[in-house]
T-cell receptor, first 116, second 116 residues
Framework: GAVVSQHPSRVICKSGTSVKIECRSLDFQATTMFWYRQFPKQSLMLMATSNEGSKATYEQGVEKDKFLINHASLTLSTLTVTSAHPEDSSFYIC????????????FGAGTRLSVL | AQKITQTQPGMFVQEKEAVTLDCTYDTSDPSYGLFWYKQPSSGEMIFLIYQGSYDQQNATEGRYSLNFQKARKSANLVISASQLGDSAMYFCAMRAMNTGGFKTIFGAGTRLFVKA
C-alpha cells in the first residue's frame, strides 16, 4: 500500500514549548490529510482535516490556535502544538487519503508526545 | 449523524482458528466506504480491507474477509487461520458524507488475543 511517513516518532518537551510534527505522503500526492489524536486504550479522534493550499477544517472542540496545521504542498502537512502543556501529551497520528484507489486512508506511524 | 459501533472490547481465539470481529454502522449517506485497520502495540495503523456501499460482493484480502450485510448495517471482519502476529487492536471505520464534508470515523476498537 501507499506509504505515509510521520516524524518524529517520539518527542519529549518542556511545558510552554512548541512542537512540530511532520506528515509526508511518499508515493502519492495527497490533497487531503488528516490529523488524529489517540488517548491510551481509546479510539482515534479526528482533530482536523488538512487541505493543501487552504485552511484546515477543525473538528468541534479542537482549538485551532493551539494546534496549527499547515499543508503547504501535496506531500507535506505539519501539525504544531503551540505552548504545549502536560494535558497535550498524547499519541498523534496523521493520515493521507490516496485519491485514486478507493479513497483509502493510509496512516503514519504516529508521534508520541510527552510534555513535562 | 454517522456512527460506528464495535461491541467487543476484547476477543480470544486459538491459533489457526477463524475469528469474527463485529462492526455495525449508521449513516444517512447512501454512498459510503467501510474499512478495517489493525493497530499493533507499536501504534501504527495498518489498512486491512475495504468495502464500498455499492459493492455487490464481500471484500477479501488474503486471510481477511469482510462480511458485509447492508440491510443489517453490519461489516464484520473475519480473520481465517489466526496467527500469533494477529494479536492487536482492530478498528472498524466508515467514510461518509457528514456536516462539513466527507469524514472517516472510527469505532472503539476490539483487542484480539491469539493463543498458542
Amino acid at each position: 500500500g501507499a506509504v505515509v511517513s510521520q516524524h518524529p516518532s517520539r518527542v519529549i518537551c518542556k511545558s510552554g514549548t512548541s512542537v512540530k510534527i511532520e506528515c509526508r505522503s511518499l508515493d502519492f500526492q495527497a490533497t487531503t490529510m488528516f490529523w488524529y489524536r489517540q488517548f491510551p486504550k481509546q479510539s482515534l479522534m479526528l482533530m482536523a482535516t488538512s487541505n493543501e493550499g487552504s485552511k484546515a477544517t477543525y473538528e468541534q472542540g479542537v482549538e485551532k490556535d493551539k494546534f496549527l496545521i499547515n499543508h503547504a504542498s501535496l506531500t507535506l502537512s505539519t501539525l504544531t502544538v503551540t505552548s504545549a502543556h502536560p494535558e497535550d501529551s498524547s499519541f498523534y497520528i496523521c493520515s493521507a487519503r490516496e485519491p485514486v484507489a478507493k479513497n483509502i486512508q493510509y496512516f503514519g506511524a504516529g508521534t508520541r508526545l510527552s510534555v513535562l | 449523524a454517522q456512527k460506528i459501533t464495535q461491541t467487543q472490547p476484547g476477543m480470544f481465539v486459538q491459533e489457526k482458528e477463524a475469528v469474527t470481529l463485529d462492526c455495525t454502522y449508521d449513516t444517512s449517506d447512501p454512498s459510503y466506504g467501510l474499512f478495517w485497520y489493525k493497530q499493533p502495540s507499536s501504534g501504527e495503523m495498518i489498512f486491512l480491507i475495504y468495502q464500498g456501499s455499492y459493492d455487490q460482493q464481500n471484500a477479501t484480502e488474503g486471510r481477511y474477509s469482510l462480511n458485509f450485510q447492508k440491510a443489517r448495517k453490519s461489516a464484520n471482519l473475519v480473520i481465517s487461520a489466526s496467527q500469533l502476529g494477529d494479536s492487536a487492536m482492530y478498528f472498524c471505520a466508515m467514510r461518509a458524507m457528514n456536516t462539513g464534508g466527507f469524514k472517516t470515523i472510527f469505532g472503539a476498537g476490539t483487542r484480539l488475543f491469539v493463543k498458542a
